[in-house]
Antibody, heavy 119, light 109 residues
Framework: QVQLVQSGAEVKKPGASVTLSCKTS????????LHWLRQAPGQGLEWLGM????????NPAQKFQGRVSVTRDTSTSTVYLKLSSLRSEDTAVYYC????????????WGQGTMVTVSS | EIVLTQSPGTLSLSPGERALLSCRAS???????LAWYQQKPGRAPRLLIY???NRATGIPDRFSGSGSGTDFTLTISRLEPEDFAVYYC??????????FGQGTKLEIK
Protein backbone atom coordinates (compact mmCIF):
# COMPACT_ATOMS: atom_id res chain seq x y z
CA GLN A 1 0.00 0.00 0.00
CA VAL A 2 1.10 3.55 -0.65
CA GLN A 3 2.82 5.15 2.34
CA LEU A 4 4.50 8.49 2.92
CA VAL A 5 6.27 8.50 6.26
CA GLN A 6 7.70 11.76 7.52
CA SER A 7 10.46 12.49 9.99
CA GLY A 8 9.81 13.60 13.55
CA ALA A 9 9.09 16.94 15.16
CA GLU A 10 11.69 19.69 15.15
CA VAL A 11 12.35 22.72 17.34
CA LYS A 12 14.54 25.41 15.83
CA LYS A 13 15.71 28.90 16.67
CA PRO A 14 15.00 31.88 14.43
CA GLY A 15 17.54 32.16 11.63
CA ALA A 16 18.30 28.45 11.60
CA SER A 17 17.46 25.92 8.89
CA VAL A 18 15.46 22.71 9.09
CA THR A 19 15.50 19.65 6.88
CA LEU A 20 12.52 17.30 6.82
CA SER A 21 12.26 13.93 5.15
CA CYS A 22 9.42 11.97 3.56
CA LYS A 23 10.08 8.30 2.82
CA THR A 24 7.75 6.77 0.27
CA SER A 25 6.82 3.16 -0.42
CA UNK A 26 4.22 1.06 -2.16
CA UNK A 27 4.54 2.60 -5.63
CA UNK A 28 7.11 3.54 -8.26
CA UNK A 29 8.90 6.53 -6.77
CA UNK A 30 9.81 8.19 -10.06
CA UNK A 31 6.27 8.16 -11.45
CA UNK A 32 4.65 10.72 -9.16
CA UNK A 33 5.54 14.31 -8.34
CA LEU A 34 5.99 14.96 -4.64
CA HIS A 35 5.05 18.20 -2.93
CA TRP A 36 5.55 19.95 0.38
CA LEU A 37 2.75 21.89 2.06
CA ARG A 38 2.28 23.36 5.50
CA GLN A 39 -0.44 24.36 7.92
CA ALA A 40 0.14 26.91 10.67
CA PRO A 41 -1.77 26.31 13.92
CA GLY A 42 -5.48 26.86 13.34
CA GLN A 43 -4.87 28.00 9.77
CA GLY A 44 -5.36 26.70 6.25
CA LEU A 45 -3.06 24.89 3.85
CA GLU A 46 -0.15 26.49 1.99
CA TRP A 47 1.90 24.99 -0.83
CA LEU A 48 5.70 25.33 -0.61
CA GLY A 49 7.03 23.51 -3.63
CA MET A 50 7.48 20.26 -5.51
CA UNK A 51 9.94 17.88 -7.10
CA UNK A 52 9.80 15.55 -10.06
CA UNK A 53 11.62 12.50 -8.65
CA UNK A 54 12.34 11.25 -12.17
CA UNK A 55 14.71 14.01 -13.17
CA UNK A 56 15.01 15.95 -9.93
CA UNK A 57 13.48 19.13 -11.37
CA UNK A 58 11.89 21.38 -8.76
CA ASN A 59 9.36 24.19 -8.63
CA PRO A 60 9.23 26.23 -5.43
CA ALA A 61 6.28 28.48 -4.69
CA GLN A 62 7.12 32.08 -5.54
CA LYS A 63 6.73 33.14 -1.91
CA PHE A 64 9.44 30.70 -0.81
CA GLN A 65 11.96 31.06 -3.62
CA GLY A 66 15.42 31.35 -2.15
CA ARG A 67 14.34 29.83 1.16
CA VAL A 68 13.05 26.42 0.10
CA SER A 69 15.03 23.56 -1.35
CA VAL A 70 13.43 20.24 -2.32
CA THR A 71 15.66 17.28 -3.11
CA ARG A 72 15.29 13.53 -3.48
CA ASP A 73 17.21 10.31 -3.03
CA THR A 74 16.04 7.74 -5.55
CA SER A 75 17.97 4.95 -3.82
CA THR A 76 15.75 5.27 -0.75
CA SER A 77 12.62 6.75 -2.39
CA THR A 78 12.84 9.71 -0.06
CA VAL A 79 12.26 13.40 -0.62
CA TYR A 80 13.59 16.21 1.52
CA LEU A 81 12.54 19.76 2.32
CA LYS A 82 15.06 22.30 3.53
CA LEU A 83 13.67 25.59 4.78
CA SER A 84 16.20 28.28 5.62
CA SER A 85 16.20 31.54 7.59
CA LEU A 86 13.45 30.30 9.86
CA ARG A 87 11.17 32.78 11.59
CA SER A 88 8.35 32.34 14.07
CA GLU A 89 5.79 32.46 11.25
CA ASP A 90 7.25 29.21 9.91
CA THR A 91 5.86 27.34 12.93
CA ALA A 92 3.51 24.84 11.35
CA VAL A 93 2.80 21.23 10.53
CA TYR A 94 4.60 20.34 7.31
CA TYR A 95 3.16 17.69 4.99
CA CYS A 96 4.52 15.87 1.98
CA UNK A 97 1.94 14.80 -0.58
CA UNK A 98 1.86 12.87 -3.83
CA UNK A 99 0.49 14.11 -7.15
CA UNK A 100 -0.62 11.53 -9.76
CA UNK A 101 0.82 11.90 -13.26
CA UNK A 102 -0.76 14.69 -15.31
CA UNK A 103 -3.02 15.63 -12.42
CA UNK A 104 -3.05 18.69 -10.19
CA UNK A 105 -4.22 17.34 -6.87
CA UNK A 106 -2.78 15.34 -3.97
CA UNK A 107 -3.97 11.77 -3.56
CA UNK A 108 -1.78 10.59 -0.67
CA TRP A 109 -0.32 12.57 2.21
CA GLY A 110 2.29 12.01 4.85
CA GLN A 111 1.30 12.14 8.50
CA GLY A 112 2.81 15.59 9.01
CA THR A 113 5.82 16.95 10.89
CA MET A 114 5.50 19.71 13.47
CA VAL A 115 8.16 22.40 13.20
CA THR A 116 8.36 24.93 16.01
CA VAL A 117 10.47 28.05 15.61
CA SER A 118 11.13 29.72 18.91
CA SER A 119 13.94 31.56 20.63
CA GLU B 1 -3.09 35.01 -8.36
CA ILE B 2 -6.39 33.13 -8.17
CA VAL B 3 -8.04 33.36 -4.75
CA LEU B 4 -10.50 30.72 -3.57
CA THR B 5 -13.19 31.86 -1.15
CA GLN B 6 -15.17 29.22 0.72
CA SER B 7 -18.53 29.76 2.32
CA PRO B 8 -19.89 29.50 4.85
CA GLY B 9 -16.99 29.63 7.28
CA THR B 10 -18.88 27.33 9.65
CA LEU B 11 -21.88 25.16 8.85
CA SER B 12 -23.93 23.67 11.69
CA LEU B 13 -26.06 20.70 10.68
CA SER B 14 -27.41 17.47 12.12
CA PRO B 15 -26.67 13.92 11.01
CA GLY B 16 -28.93 12.93 8.15
CA GLU B 17 -29.15 16.46 6.75
CA ARG B 18 -27.67 17.62 3.46
CA ALA B 19 -24.61 19.86 3.39
CA LEU B 20 -23.78 22.33 0.63
CA LEU B 21 -20.29 23.83 0.72
CA SER B 22 -19.32 26.58 -1.70
CA CYS B 23 -15.96 27.46 -3.25
CA ARG B 24 -15.75 30.58 -5.39
CA ALA B 25 -12.70 31.46 -7.50
CA SER B 26 -11.63 35.05 -8.16
CA UNK B 27 -11.40 34.21 -11.86
CA UNK B 28 -12.54 31.36 -14.04
CA UNK B 29 -10.64 28.11 -13.65
CA UNK B 30 -10.75 24.82 -15.46
CA UNK B 31 -12.90 22.23 -13.72
CA UNK B 32 -9.99 19.84 -14.17
CA UNK B 33 -8.01 21.93 -11.69
CA LEU B 34 -10.47 21.92 -8.76
CA ALA B 35 -10.27 19.43 -5.89
CA TRP B 36 -11.86 19.02 -2.45
CA TYR B 37 -10.31 17.63 0.73
CA GLN B 38 -11.58 16.65 4.16
CA GLN B 39 -9.45 17.22 7.24
CA LYS B 40 -10.08 15.97 10.76
CA PRO B 41 -8.25 17.33 13.82
CA GLY B 42 -4.67 16.18 14.03
CA ARG B 43 -4.84 14.38 10.70
CA ALA B 44 -3.59 15.05 7.19
CA PRO B 45 -6.13 16.13 4.58
CA ARG B 46 -7.87 13.39 2.60
CA LEU B 47 -8.73 13.75 -1.07
CA LEU B 48 -12.49 13.58 -1.70
CA ILE B 49 -13.11 15.01 -5.16
CA TYR B 50 -10.85 15.82 -8.11
CA UNK B 51 -11.63 17.42 -11.45
CA UNK B 52 -14.54 19.18 -9.71
CA UNK B 53 -16.83 16.13 -9.83
CA ASN B 54 -14.83 12.88 -9.68
CA ARG B 55 -14.86 10.97 -6.42
CA ALA B 56 -11.50 9.71 -5.24
CA THR B 57 -10.97 6.03 -4.57
CA GLY B 58 -12.92 4.78 -1.57
CA ILE B 59 -14.99 7.94 -1.09
CA PRO B 60 -18.68 7.18 -0.35
CA ASP B 61 -21.21 8.24 -2.96
CA ARG B 62 -22.92 10.62 -0.52
CA PHE B 63 -20.08 13.00 -1.46
CA SER B 64 -20.45 14.76 -4.79
CA GLY B 65 -18.88 17.76 -6.48
CA SER B 66 -20.24 20.10 -9.11
CA GLY B 67 -19.67 23.45 -10.71
CA SER B 68 -17.68 25.24 -13.36
CA GLY B 69 -16.02 28.54 -14.10
CA THR B 70 -15.87 30.38 -10.79
CA ASP B 71 -18.47 28.54 -8.70
CA PHE B 72 -18.02 25.06 -7.30
CA THR B 73 -19.99 23.08 -4.73
CA LEU B 74 -19.32 20.08 -2.54
CA THR B 75 -22.50 18.29 -1.55
CA ILE B 76 -22.81 15.71 1.19
CA SER B 77 -26.23 14.16 0.65
CA ARG B 78 -26.89 12.67 4.11
CA LEU B 79 -24.46 13.56 6.84
CA GLU B 80 -22.90 10.76 8.84
CA PRO B 81 -21.25 11.43 12.22
CA GLU B 82 -17.81 10.91 10.69
CA ASP B 83 -18.39 13.68 8.12
CA PHE B 84 -18.04 16.50 10.64
CA ALA B 85 -14.66 18.01 9.80
CA VAL B 86 -13.05 20.89 7.92
CA TYR B 87 -13.31 20.93 4.13
CA TYR B 88 -10.92 22.66 1.74
CA CYS B 89 -11.11 23.35 -1.96
CA UNK B 90 -7.87 23.56 -3.96
CA UNK B 91 -6.97 24.77 -7.41
CA UNK B 92 -3.93 24.83 -9.64
CA UNK B 93 -2.78 27.84 -11.65
CA UNK B 94 0.29 28.05 -13.87
CA UNK B 95 1.39 31.31 -12.29
CA UNK B 96 0.16 30.84 -8.72
CA UNK B 97 0.82 27.16 -8.25
CA UNK B 98 -1.43 25.21 -5.91
CA UNK B 99 -3.72 27.28 -3.69
CA PHE B 100 -6.44 26.44 -1.18
CA GLY B 101 -9.56 28.06 0.12
CA GLN B 102 -9.62 29.03 3.79
CA GLY B 103 -11.83 26.09 4.68
CA THR B 104 -15.38 25.40 5.85
CA LYS B 105 -15.87 23.84 9.26
CA LEU B 106 -18.80 21.44 9.29
CA GLU B 107 -19.97 21.01 12.87
CA ILE B 108 -22.70 19.06 14.59
CA LYS B 109 -25.75 21.13 15.43
Amino acid sequence: QVQLVQSGAEVKKPGASVTLSCKTSGYTFTTYYLHWLRQAPGQGLEWLGMIDPNGGGTNPAQKFQGRVSVTRDTSTSTVYLKLSSLRSEDTAVYYCAREPPLMVYFDFWGQGTMVTVSS
Amino acid sequence: EIVLTQSPGTLSLSPGERALLSCRASQSISSRYLAWYQQKPGRAPRLLIYGASNRATGIPDRFSGSGSGTDFTLTISRLEPEDFAVYYCQQYGSSSGYTFGQGTKLEIK
